[in-house]
């Protein structure tokens, strides 16, 4: 999925509306079957520090820059 921002813990900051987090709130209820990964794409330059996470929100499981792929902590 497109960034804004991300941090190394997996928190993001999108496109903005909740479109993602709406879409993928089936998440942090299913746990019966295989979840899928979930892989943000930005630049090295749009990480942050640390992005507050509300409940609703939903961790990156990895982050995909020109850098390299790295899994989120």
Not at 26 to 39: D, E, H, N, Q, T
Not at 63 to 73: D, H, K, M, P, V
């Amino acid at each position: 999925m497109p960034l804004i921002g991300f941090d190394a813990h997996g928190g993001r900051i999108g496109m903005g509306g909740g479109y993602y987090d709406a879409s993928l709130a089936f998440l942090a209820v299913r746990r019966v079957w295989r979840r899928p990964r979930l892989i943000g794409v930005a630049f090295s330059a749009q990480e942050v520090e640390y992005i507050p996470l509300d409940p609703w929100d939903i961790p990156l499981d990895g982050i995909l820059t020109e850098s390299g792929f790295r899994w989120a902590r």
